[in-house]
């Protein structure tokens, strides 16, 4: 092989596996608003048997070297639940995927993603929407816009200069991701703080913390909620029973009771949203490792977090409910809710409500109606094989 022609090979074996996770942590180490994710949830990410999104997907590694050096990684990916969905909400039969993107120049991504773009098509894949890493309710998209700022807990980021490499590729934009940020130290604008006291007035509806205690009760509730209410959502993939587990053990460590609220109308549990402290802002000085003493300060700030910035992932309002007055009233009162208790107990000055679809009509005016700003946007690309 000459000096500087570049190889990609499926990942083999564990010596291969440490130079793929390596490889990240080596490239982002430049990058001054990249958080190094920590090694053992990357591992977890990447094994079959740990990670249940092997259990309905094919995935295969792959390496990029140059002679001996190892420049770039990517994973390719068929999931076959998203291959199952309507094809009108994205995915659908013969869509492949490919994520986890990491190259120390363009010849090295290019050579990878055609690489990762063989591999779906030797195995009856037509089309790709990329970078999924892996799954989309993980760390979809490439971040387009926001770069000059770290990411919030369970988002991604990556350089600019993957865009071009990606368009390079003849991909096109899919879908465009936004997250909103917003003060919040005050008050919402008047409007809203009459909707919310009409909501507080009105018997039929309360909003409650969710229990801890009842841990698998409420999160089954709010599952429920979720897939009802995301199934015509765009790029909507089914949970099984076992990824509800799964992110049920990684959520719960870093769960708070009064940032997570679950809305009732005549007794039924019809909305919730959840927010979770950023653990970036832990994370990021921690280089990806809890020993010798990160591991102490992890658990001392799991005890009592404090942090400036408050993540809200994911909310949703039950299908019968949508569109109507009572949805946007009932997200007012959750995200006001949870706005007091962020700021009085946990001393944040910050919210990120994402990601967000940019066509999603409802939640965008919503991000509008409390005067947030979008701050970061990630493009999910599409290409024909």
């Known amino acids: 092989m000459a000096k500087n022609e570049i190889n990609v090979a499926p990942v083999t074996g564990k010596a291969d596996l440490n ?3 390596d490889l990240a942590y080596r490239l982002g180490r430049s990058d001054p608003n990249w958080v190094p994710p920590l090694r053992n949830e990357v591992v977890e990410l990447l094994t079959e048997g740990k990670n249940p999104f092997f259990d309905h997907a094919d995935v295969q590694l792959f390496l990029a070297r140059r002679g001996e050096a190892v420049v770039g990684r990517i994973s390719a990916h068929i999931d076959h639940l998203a291959t199952a969905m309507d094809p009108v909400q994205g995915m659908g039969p013969g869509t492949g995927n490919w994520g986890l993107l990491e190259a120390e120049d363009e010849a090295a991504a290019a050579a990878l993603i055609a690489r990762a773009e063989q591999w779906l098509k030797d195995k009856g894949m037509t089309r790709v929407l990329a970078p999924l890493s892996m799954s989309v309710w993980e760390e979809p998209g490439q971040l387009t816009k926001g770069f000059d700022h770290p990411p919030t ?8 200069r993957y865009q071009h490499y990606i ?18 130290t005050k008050p919402f604008p008047p409007l809203i703080q009459r909707i919310v006291q009409s909501g507080e007035r009105n018997a039929k509806i309360r909003i409650r913390n969710v229990d801890k205690s009842k841990f698998d009760a409420e999160a089954g509730i709010i599952l429920h909620i979720l897939n ?11 949970f099984t029973d076992r990824e509800i587990a799964y992110a049920g053990k990684k959520f719960k ?3 708070r009771e009064d940032l997570i609220m679950i809305a009732e ?4 549990p019809v909305a919730f949203m959840m927010t979770l402290p950023d653990l970036n802002e832990k994370l990021k000085p921690m280089g990806g490792t809890l020993w010798p003493f990160n591991w102490a300060k992890l658990l001392w700030w799991l005890r009592k977090p404090k942090s400036r910035t408050m993540r809200v992932p994911l909310m949703g309002v039950l299908k019968k409910h949508q569109g109507t007055r009572l949805a946007s009233q009932l997200a007012f009162m959750m995200i006001e809710a949870i706005r007091r208790n962020a700021v009085a107990h946990y001393g944040a000055t ?7 679809l940019d066509d999603n009509q409802g939640m965008n005016a919503i991000a509008d109606a409390i005067e947030s700003h979008v701050n970061k946007e990630y493009t999910i690309y599409e290409k024909a094989l």
């Open 350 to 356: 910050r919210g990120e409500i994402g990601w967000v």
């Open 253 to 255: 460590p870093i769960v």
């Open 167 to 184: 368009e390079a590729q003849g991909y096109a934009p899919a879908k465009l991701l936004r997250t909103y940020e917003l003060d919040i």
């Open 265 to 268: 109308y005549e007794g039924e």
């Open 228 to 238: 009802d209410a995301w199934s015509e959502n765009w790029g909507f993939v089914p």
């Open 153 to 160: 807990v369970m988002m991604g980021h990556q350089p600019e």
């Open 19 to 21: 130079a793929f996770i």
